[in-house]
């Protein structure tokens, strides 16, 4: 498991999750993860730098940071994709602002 993988997930009802722990921590049986939403969805959510819209299989989905949460790994579906490369600034920018502020 990588940093900003992303995954189907098998409970409630989020279509995707977003590991968002370090990837040197990937031996635990925890994972932190951020719930991914349909972008049509998410209308009440918009607050790009706290919950960026991103690209996922061709599709938009909000970042939704203010529900973080940590699941066991074996509530994690199929890996869908890493998306550290396209997405990995806003992430983080995302997570430094729910934790910072800024």
Do not use: C, W, Y
């Not at 990588?2 to 977003?18: M, N, T």
């Not at 607050?47 to 699941?71: C, Q, Y």
Request: overall charge negative.
């Amino acid at each position: 498991m990588a940093r900003f993988d992303v995954f189907q997930f098998r409970a409630s009802g989020v279509p995707l999750v977003l590991d968002a722990q370090a990837s040197l921590l990937s031996s635990l049986t925890s994972r932190v993860v951020v719930p991914l939403v349909p972008a049509p969805l998410a209308t009440r959510e918009q607050f790009p730098r706290l919950k960026p819209t991103l690209m996922i299989n061709g599709e938009a989905f909000t970042l939704i940071t203010t529900d973080l949460s940590v699941v066991p790994v074996r509530d994690l579906g199929p890996l869908v994709e890493n998306i550290e490369a396209r997405h990995g600034d806003d992430i983080l920018a995302a997570l430094d602002f729910l934790f910072s502020g800024f």
